[in-house]
């Protein structure tokens, strides 16, 4: 396993535990093998070992605001204590802040490594915001793109120019953050059969699009 272990696991954001519980199987057989839960999503605390004792890597994605940058990542590092206390550090984070904040997110990283140095964490940007970027602050704080393969009404940017636009920034350490089917199919089938899986570290949003979609 990499020191950033994210980019061993293709995973799914879980939205919401109220909607439905996780169809691990199901989502096995895409090969998907890590689940975000949403810092938000009150019924996430206490699912952690059920994801880890279902075989997959659990994660957190945080998007909450709670006042400055630095109550906010004070907040983010609470919670993921809620969610996975005791983990050993095995448990990712997503961060879902906008990088047209700039100032924001550049005080957020800098407060949340003073709390969390070591935690593997990732951010997902919107496609072609790169400029808006810290770029050199995020890389020496690791925390890398999983850049979004579609706009905010879900509708498709050009998945291989939106991951161009940061892979000159961020090199190898980029990833992709899909549509879980509202309106791209996943990538991965071909006259309605399975014939790859997708690359490690890529990302799913999410389970309740992909249930719309008919795949689980």
Not at 39 to 48: E, I, L, V
């Amino acid at each position: 396993m990499s020191a950033h272990f994210s980019d061993d696991f293709v995973w799914v954001v879980h939205t919401s535990f109220s909607s439905f519980n996780i169809p691990y199987a199901s989502l096995k057989k895409y090969g998907i093998s890590g689940i975000y839960v949403l810092q938000d999503d009150p019924k996430a605390y206490g699912k952690r070992n059920e994801i880890v004792n279902a075989g997959m890597k659990a994660g957190i994605m945080v998007r909450t605001y709670d006042g400055t940058p630095a109550q906010t990542a004070q907040l983010a590092s609470e919670d993921l204590t809620r969610f996975a206390g005791n983990d050993g550090g095995q448990t990712a984070v997503l961060l879902d802040y906008e990088p047209s904040n700039r100032d924001f997110l550049t005080e957020f990283v800098g407060e949340w490594r003073k709390i969390r140095p070591g935690r593997v964490t990732d951010f997902t940007p919107e496609p072609f915001k790169g400029q808006y970027l810290p770029q050199q602050y995020l890389l020496d704080s690791r925390i890398y793109p999983r850049v979004q393969t579609y706009f905010g009404d879900m509708s498709p940017a050009q998945w291989d120019e939106a991951y161009e636009d940061y892979r000159v920034i961020f090199g190898n350490s980029v990833r992709l953050f899909i549509d879980g089917g509202r309106k791209t199919q996943l990538p991965i089938f071909y006259q309605g059969n399975i014939v790859r899986n997708l690359r490690p570290g890529t990302c799913i949003w999410n389970t309740n699009l992909m249930r719309e979609a008919g795949l689980i």
